[in-house]
C-alpha cells in the first residue's frame, strides 16, 4: 500500500460551498511527536521519583514536597505563554518551533544528570538549584513542541493527529516506566544515576531524530498554501474572540483546571502512596502506572476516532465520568487488589479520551497565526492547577491521611463535568470518509 492510502481522508467545506480533501499523514505525525515522546519521558520520571528524593534522602513533609513538586508548575504558568508566543513570531531557516526544542532540550537533558548526583551526595542546595535549570529548560519548549501538530495538521484532523502525539507522549512515559521498574531496586538509598542518563540519552535522540525527519518551515508553508481565503484572513487578522465563543472557551479552560487539579494529585502522589499505603516495595508502583499508561496508548488514536464521529465534547464528556467513577471506586481500597489494576486500565482510556480532545478544542477556537498563543492558555490552565494540587493533596495526605487522595481526586473530576456541560464551542464541522483498508492501516 503507498503512502497516501496510509492517510485519514476528510470532506471539509470551503467557503466557496465545494468540498475539499484533506489527509491525515501518519508518518509525519508520528516523527513531530517524537517531542511529547521526550518530555513525557522526562516528566514521568519526575512525577515517579522526585518525590521519592525529597521523602526518602531528604526526609522533607508532604505539604512542602508538594510546594517543592509544584515549582514547574509555577514557572510553566508564566513560561509556557510567554515561549509559546515568542515561538508565533519568531522565523528561522529551521522554523518557528524547532529552536525552542533543541535549546530546551540540550540544556533539560545536561542538567537533569545533576539531580540524581546531589541525591548521592545528600546536597539539597545542589539538588534545588540543579533542579530549578531543569524545570526552566523544559518550560522553554513544551508549548512550542506542542504547537507544532496544529503548525502542519489541517484543523479537522487534530483530534486524530492530538491522539498520533499522546500515543508518542505515552511510550515516552511507559519507557521510563519500564526503566525505573527494572533500574530503582528495593534499598533504602537507591543510585538513580543510571536511571536518569538513560532517560536524557532517550531524550537527546528523539529530538535528533524529530529534527533531521521534519523540515518543519516547509511543511507549514505547505499547510498554510492548502487553506482557504477565509482561513488567512484569521492568520493576519487578530479578531476579537465572539462572546459565544469566549464562553466557551472560559468554560473549557475552568474543565483543564479541574480535572489536572484531580489527575494529577494521583499521578503526583501515586509512587509514596503505593509505597506507604498500599505496601508495594521498591519500583513495583510503575508496573501499576504501566497499566494506566498502557491503556491509554491503545485508547488515544480510538479516541480520536470516536470524536470524529460523535463530537470532541461528547468524547470528553464520557472520559471526565469514568475518571470520577474509577477514583471514586479506588478510594474503597485500602490495600493492593487486583480490582485496582482493573480501575488504573479504565483510568488510562478515560484519560485518553479528555486528552486527545481537549487540546483541539482549545486551539480551534483560536485564529491560525495565535495557535501558540492558545497552546499557552491551554497550559495555563493545567499548570495552575498543577501549582496548587500537588500542595492541597499533600496537606491532606500529611495532616489527614492517605485515604483522602482518590476521593480528592473524584471530587475535582465532578467538578470538571459540570463545567465541561457547558462548553458549546470546538468542535470541528466536518464529515469523514475514511479508507477501509487505510483504517486497519495494512500493507497491500
Not at 203 to 213: E, G, H, Q
Not at 339 to 368: D, Q, R, T
Request: overall charge neutral; glycine content about 8%.
Amino acid at each position: 500500500m503507498d503512502a497516501e492510502s496510509k492517510m485519514v481522508e476528510v470532506v471539509v467545506k470551503s467557503s466557496n460551498g465545494r468540498g475539499k480533501h484533506v489527509k491525515l499523514d501518519y508518518k509525519r505525525t508520528f516523527f513531530i511527536g517524537l517531542a511529547f515522546m521526550s518530555i513525557s519521558a522526562f516528566w514521568q520520571l519526575y512525577d515517579s521519583i522526585i518525590p521519592l528524593i525529597l521523602k526518602h534522602t531528604f526526609g522533607i513533609g508532604d505539604t512542602l514536597a508538594g510546594g517543592i513538586m509544584a515549582i514547574d508548575n509555577i514557572l510553566a504558568l508564566f513560561m509556557l505563554p510567554l515561549f509559546g508566543a515568542l515561538s508565533d513570531r519568531v522565523d528561522t531557516p529551521i522554523g518557528k518551533r524547532m529552536p525552542f526544542i533543541l535549546g530546551g532540550t540540550a540544556v533539560a537533558v545536561l542538567a537533569m544528570i545533576l539531580l540524581p548526583v546531589a541525591d548521592n551526595i545528600v546536597s539539597l542546595p545542589l539538588f534545588v538549584a540543579v533542579l530549578f535549570v531543569t524545570l526552566v529548560a523544559m518550560s522553554t519548549y513544551r508549548s512550542p513542541a506542542v504547537a507544532l501538530m496544529p503548525d502542519v495538521t489541517p484543523k479537522p484532523l487534530r483530534s486524530q493527529a492530538n491522539g498520533i502525539i499522546n500515543l508518542m507522549g505515552a511510550l515516552g512515559a511507559v519507557f521510563s516506566l519500564l526503566l525505573i521498574s527494572r533500574l530503582v531496586p528495593d534499598t533504602p538509598q537507591p543510585n538513580y544515576l543510571p536511571l536518569f542518563g538513560v532517560v536524557a540519552g532517550f531524550m537527546a535522540l528523539a529530538v535528533f531524530i524529530l529534527f533531521n525527519t521534519v523540515k518543519e518551515r516547509k511543511l507549514a508553508q505547505e499547510i498554510a498554501a492548502e487553506d482557504d481565503q477565509e482561513e488567512e484572513e484569521d492568520r493576519v487578522e487578530d479578531k476579537k474572540m465572539e462572546p459565544a465563543v469566549f464562553r466557551s472557551f472560559m468554560f473549557i479552560l475552568a474543565s483543564i483546571f479541574f480535572w489536572f487539579f484531580g489527575y494529577n494529585a494521583v499521578t503526583t502522589a501515586f509512587s509514596k502512596y503505593a509505597q506507604d499505603f498500599l505496601g508495594i516495595a521498591g519500583g513495583g508502583f510503575a508496573n501499576l502506572l504501566m497499566l494506566a499508561t498502557v491503556a491509554a496508548v491503545i485508547a488515544f488514536v480510538p479516541a480520536g476516532f470516536i470524536a470524529s464521529k460523535v463530537g470532541r465534547k461528547k468524547t470528553i464528556m464520557a472520559g471526565v465520568i469514568l475518571l470520577t467513577v474509577c477514583f471514586a471506586t479506588a478510594s474503597l481500597f485500602t490495600s493492593y487488589t487486583p480490582i485496582l489494576s482493573v480501575i488504573l486500565i479504565l483510568v488510562g482510556f478515560g484519560w485518553a479520551a479528555i486528552n486527545v480532545n481537549s487540546y483541539p478544542m482549545v486551539v480551534e477556537m483560536a485564529k491560525g497565526s495565535n495557535v501558540g498563543r492558545f497552546t499557552g492558555y491551554y497550559y495555563t490552565a493545567s499548570m495552575s492547577a498543577q501549582i496548587l494540587t500537588p500542595v492541597l493533596s499533600g496537606f491532606f495526605l500529611e495532616h489527614v491521611g492517605y485515604r483522602t487522595l482518590f476521593p480528592y481526586a473524584a471530587f475535582f473530576l465532578f467538578a470538571a463535568l459540570v463545567t465541561m456541560s457547558q462548553v458549546k464551542h470546538g468542535d470541528s464541522k466536518f464529515t469523514v470518509q475514511e479508507s477501509k483498508l487505510a483504517m486497519l492501516d495494512v500493507d497491500s
